[in-house]
């Protein structure tokens, strides 16, 4: 079912029109009574629901992405690591397969990476389209929305159909697996969006679409004690307290060619 989209500030009605012609959402008149739905306000889109689980939205300006902007630990933190950002003379060209809320890709772009933000679904794509807007009429962020590329595709149709000159050099990848009880429990607030969203139940044919482009490398974020995408084995890992980073090396995997 497709999450409708309904505008609370009439002032931003062509601005949901807008939204609505590039995801292809439903724009609707009047706020739902049930279910979940995309709510334009005064400062930012969220995805709502009624009941008592809080409003989802991504953001880049503000709260965590602040912090993590200013103090997050540079090219020392997990994820700047396991796509070999530490010691780079060169930064890496990255594709954020699974772009989610856009946070990780935030982080490598505020590092000075060039990021192209896939994201297949419509709800995911328009938040994260959303937060990117904002950011870049901030002072302290324009710069880094910047370096961001918002793609609503499929990943695995899109890495497929790249030209050898729009190879990156890594690509990562973060895929929602359905929840097998043994995981942390989700916070509510990503409750709502990993139900409309959904599980990336094809992840396996992803990695081969990434391994295939990806120039260097493949970068798989997963639970510290999840099972690693099937298929392709990793050629190294990463482990941190709560998450691992399974790292395809392009060049070990095809025996030495680069």
Wanted: aromatic share 6%; glycine share 8%; with cysteine.
């Amino acid at each position: 079912m497709t999450t409708p989209l309904y505008c609370a500030e009439p002032a931003r009605h062509h601005t949901a029109q807008q939204l609505a012609e590039r995801f292809a959402l439903p724009l609707i008149t009047r706020r739902p009574s049930d279910g979940y739905w995309l709510e334009l306000g005064p400062e930012r889109l969220e995805l709502v629901t009624t009941g008592k689980q809080g409003a989802v939205y991504a953001e880049f300006v503000a709260g965590a992405a602040k912090h993590r902007r200013e103090q997050g630990g540079g090219r020392g933190q997990p994820v700047a690591k396991a796509i070999g950002l530490k010691g780079a003379d060169t930064l890496p060209r990255v594709v954020d397969a699974t772009a989610g809320l856009g946070r990780d890709a935030f982080v490598l772009a505020t590092l000075g990476c060039a990021v192209t933000l896939v994201e297949r679904s419509p709800v995911a794509a328009a938040l994260v389209a959303d937060a990117l807007d904002r950011a870049a009429g901030h002072p302290d962020t324009m710069d880094i929305a910047a370096r961001m590329t918002l793609v609503h595709a499929d990943a695995i149709r899109w890495l497929s159909t790249l030209a050898e000159a729009d190879r990156p050099d890594v690509v990562f990848v973060d895929p929602m697996f359905p929840d097998t009880g043994k995981s942390a429990a989700v916070k509510k607030d990503m409750t709502a969006f990993q139900a409309v969203v959904g599980d990336d139940l094809d992840s396996a044919a992803l990695l081969e679409a990434a391994i295939a482009a990806a120039k260097t490398r493949v970068v798989v974020k997963r639970p510290r004690l999840g099972a690693p995408i099937e298929g392709v084995k990793p050629s190294g890992e990463q482990i941190g307290k709560s998450t691992r980073f399974d790292i395809y090396s392009i060049k070990a995997l095809r025996g030495g060619a680069a």
